[in-house]
């Protein structure tokens, strides 16, 4: 949740202070008041019975009273469904049809007209969200929620992405600030138009500010902190890692893949041998200590298993040799959770309908409201007779004109995070002489210093400087006390901009996919299908041509033989188009391989699981239809854990002495578990929780038993860690057995126990996985209200799915939209989002079609009869 303050004066209003509680109790105690009394004096507890109901009754009425003054001051900001408003800048009448969930269609003459009204219901629906949005990229929080946030708003302001965003919006063409300005006003229109502003705002007590069309491109910005590693945490710690453990030790353990690799152009990779004795003991004398860079003798190249092997795709792309001068070397690097996705298209002659498709479910934080919202988009076309000049349904992202993902009649497209290395630590050389100067391949030159005011609601404004480079600004120093400065794609204004809504009048996969290098966004798995039975893959987004140095460690750029030079042009892009196959599949895993991934990076993706389960499941449809889509994106099969449960049997099998109360109950869970992380599951929670606590345990204990640090180190988790950990748990060397474990069962039940213990002490078969997963997603505001949380909280209860698997389930985290659609077919798909689309408690459409999305029920793609009409019509 984001920071907020004690906001005393409207938690008074809405719990009416009057009453006062006893500490550590939610309400007054007035049973236990009562029993104090009744014994010493029956006809005095008589009478103080009588005042005290009075007295209770007379409040009673005030906060209903009250309660109806909130409830119609509240309704004040409920966004307008029905009627005609005028609204200025409009060259026709716009009219916004909502169904049954709130979904709007949204018709106009022109796109600036209908960018307008999606501006308009935007700002009625979502414009707190919106705030936040700008706010937290900019790093402006503390204006409304006090000195609480100053400290995030102080590492946000570094980036000084307001500027740029300035920037961005005056180098745009005419006709993209003409749909900037549009939205904007049509914002600013649909806020004035609320009676009363959104509710947040009175608990806050604090007024909306206007919106900018340079707050456009700050949401747009924001995807890039949601979706880049963007302090660059995984080449630090990547770096501090390595240099304290034996080369080979890092090679192994930081493999960059392993068996559940699931690229769509190569195979999968090996993980390296097990270090012998000779590189760490745990169990005698390890000789600790490493080295950054390649072992003498060894060459940079990356094994590929044989132990599966795909039908190869068109892969088309042509990068000149010459440019390259490092090779991919098999170190990974310490990664940091991020969010993910899903998507695949299934091509025409593969599908049942013989109608391309794209399936898409892109997992994010769940919060309420949703961050997408649902749109259908017309502008008509130059004559009544004449088919729509656009006519696109999919999600929006509130703050933005845009449709994200989704279809336009002619394509349909969707979007997972590539996982790809968009950020770089400069190693800065200071002039010995003077500390204000730094080197670069035209010798020293001083540092550009910058100053910004963080101005703090209800206290005194905060002066910041900055220090920048030519290539970033200065982050600090790392573990060994070298200058560095961060190089981050959302710093270059050719990275950021709005082209992306060329998309929507796309009608190709062949023009989408050469429109894609010049888009403007983190850089995407980019999936898409068209009407014509197409389908492909690129990534969308601007890629940096990286010359001379290894990407996955901090490098200095000064003598000029290293660094950014540029950007890959659009034949350099890979591609994949129509394979043989007929399918195409992303899962945050590596998709790619060979020197492409000098420039995309060789680390960072996500272990392969997910990616081949969702190819497994493809192939094995013969004819899929949109059916097949959805039953893909729920299948919660833990394939990943059903090995893991099979060596826990083993173990305890082995172990049937061990002094563990539990173990043949246990053992009767695992034998009878169907593989799936269902909620009623107790298989699936242990032996999730024993996997764990084994990479927890065997990875802690690997890293600090044959490292030798100076200092206290900061350990992730690493994405690919499965691929080292399997294998030492099958091949069980003695050698890297962690004391003070006597053997590779024993620590296996060791795990087993701490994983029982999780449960609280019930019987183990109320420990299922429903139990721990819950799923009640939560406005921002929602811990500042109380006992009236449940106010702006959705709950789900339990929810199958987990981790590793398509149905990625966690309490507050999940399927963002999960969608099919054949382009030129949308009324046979789905769509279904968490959430509604209103953030407004009181609005119907609050958690309109939320239980869809819990149960897993398709709801139509399209939007449904429209209930209520709203016209904009110009003043």
């Avoid at 190709?508 to 014509?532: E, K, M, W, Y």
Wanted: proline share 8%; charged share 20%; with cysteine.
């Amino acid at each position: 949740m984001l920071p907020a303050p004690a906001v005393a004066s409207a938690i008074a209003l809405v719990h009416c202070s009057a009453l006062q509680h006893e500490p550590g109790s939610d309400l007054f105690p007035v049973d236990a008041y009562f029993n104090r009394w009744r014994p010493r004096n029956a006809q005095l507890y008589v009478n103080m019975s009588k005042r005290l109901m009075l007295s209770l009754g007379l409040v009673a009425l005030i906060l209903a009273a009250g309660s109806v003054a909130l409830y119609r001051f509240a309704a004040g900001s409920l966004a307008m469904l029905d009627g005609e408003i005028r609204v200025a800048g409009l060259s026709g009448p716009v009219s916004i049809e909502r169904d049954r969930y709130g979904v709007p269609t949204i018709r106009g003459s022109s796109r600036a007209d209908v960018a307008r009204a999606t501006g308009f219901v935007h700002g009625q629906d979502r414009f707190f969200q919106m705030d936040l949005l700008r706010r937290s990229t900019a790093g402006e929080l503390a204006e409304l929620f006090g000195a609480d946030a100053a400290d995030f708003d102080h590492r946000r302001r570094i980036h000084r992405l307001r500027p740029l965003a300035r920037a961005v919006v005056d180098r745009a063409a005419p006709a993209q600030r003409a749909l900037l300005e549009a939205y904007a006003e049509g914002v600013n229109a649909g806020l004035d138009a609320l009676s009363v502003v959104p509710f947040e705002y009175l608990i806050l007590r604090a007024e909306p500010e206007p919106w900018r069309p340079e707050d456009i491109v700050l949401g747009n910005l924001a995807m890039f902190f949601e979706l880049t590693d963007y302090d660059a945490s995984r080449e630090s710690g990547y770096a501090a890692i390595m240099d304290g453990i034996p080369v080979s030790l890092g090679r192994f353990v930081f493999a960059p893949g392993n068996r559940w690799d699931a690229p769509l152009v190569g195979d999968a990779w090996v993980v390296p041998p097990i270090p012998g004795p000779e590189v760490c003991d745990l169990r005698g004398t390890t000789p600790a200590g490493g080295s950054l860079g390649p072992e003498p003798g060894m060459q940079p190249v990356l094994a590929v298993a044989d132990s599966r092997h795909r039908p190869q795709p068109n892969f088309q792309f042509n990068l000149p040799e010459a440019d390259i001068r490092v090779r991919v070397n098999p170190d990974s690097q310490l990664d940091l959770p991020v969010a993910g996705s899903n998507a695949w298209a299934v091509g025409a002659r593969r599908a049942a309908t013989g109608r391309a498709m794209v399936a898409n479910d892109m997992h994010l934080g769940l919060n309420v409201p949703n961050i997408w919202y649902r749109v259908r988009l017309i502008v008509a076309g130059d004559s009544p007779d004449s088919p729509p000049a656009l006519d696109a349904t999919g999600v929006t992202l509130p703050g933005t004109p845009l449709v994200v993902a989704g279809s336009n009649g002619s394509i349909a497209w969707g979007f997972t995070n590539s996982r790809g290395d968009w950020s770089d630590l400069v190693l800065i050389e200071t002039d010995p002489t003077n500390p204000n100067s730094y080197l670069t391949p035209n010798g020293y030159v001083p540092f550009e210093e910058f100053e910004e005011t963080i101005d703090i609601r209800g206290g005194e404004a905060e002066a910041v400087g900055f220090r920048w480079t030519r290539w970033g600004p200065v982050v600090g120093t790392d573990h060994r006390g070298r200058l560095q400065a961060l190089r981050w794609l959302a710093h270059m204004p050719e990275a950021v901009d709005l082209r992306l809504s060329e998309l929507e009048s796309t009608t190709s996969v062949s023009d989408a996919l050469a429109l894609a290098p010049t888009v403007g966004i983190p850089p995407q798995n980019f999936v898409v299908a068209d009407a014509r039975g197409s389908v492909g893959w690129t990534i969308m987004g601007r890629i940096p041509r990286r010359i001379g140095y290894d990407a996955s460690l901090p490098a200095s750029w000064a003598d000029g033989s290293a660094g950014w030079r540029g950007w890959l042009t659009p034949d350099e892009y890979p591609q994949v188009v129509d394979p043989e196959s007929g399918l195409i599949w992303t899962a945050n895993n590596r998709v790619v391989d060979g020197y492409i991934l000098t420039h995309l990076g060789a680390r960072g993706y996500w272990l392969g699981a997910r990616g081949q389960q969702i190819w497994d499941a493809l192939a094995a449809v013969q004819r899929p239809g949109i059916e097949d889509m959805l039953a893909i994106q729920l299948d919660d099969r833990a394939l990943l854990l059903q090995e893991w449960r099979d060596v826990l049997i083993e173990a305890l099998n082995a172990e049937a002495d061990a002094p563990y109360p539990w173990r043949s109950e246990l053992v009767e869970f695992l034998e009878r578990w169907n593989g799936r992380a269902a909620i009623d599951s107790v298989a699936y929670r242990i032996v999730r929780e024993v996997r764990r606590q084994v990479i927890e345990d065997v990875l802690l204990r690997l890293l600090i038993g044959c490292g030798d640090f100076d200092g206290p180190m900061q350990l992730a988790a690493t994405n690919q860690v499965e691929g080292p950990i399997w294998q030492l748990i099958t091949e069980q060397p003695e050698h890297l057995l962690p004391p003070p474990h006597a053997s590779w069962n024993g620590l296996l039940l060791s795990a087993a126990d701490s994983a029982v213990s999780t449960c609280g002490g019930g019987p183990l078969s109320e420990c299922t996985w429903g139990s721990e997963n819950r799923v009640d997603i939560r406005h921002p505001l929602a811990g500042a209200l109380g006992p009236l949380r449940p106010w702006l909280t959705i709950r789900s209860g339990p929810l199958p799915g987990g981790d590793h698997v398509p149905r990625i389930q966690q309490s507050d985290y999940g399927a963002s939209e999960r969608f099919a659609v054949s382009p030129g077919d949308e009324a046979n798909g789905y769509f279904h989002m968490p959430g509604g689309q209103s953030g407004h408690p009181l609005s119907p459409f609050f958690s309109a079609g939320h239980e869809a999305w819990a149960r897993g029920e398709p709801l139509p793609f399209l939007p449904g009869p429209g209930m209520h009409r709203l016209t904009l019509v110009p003043e």
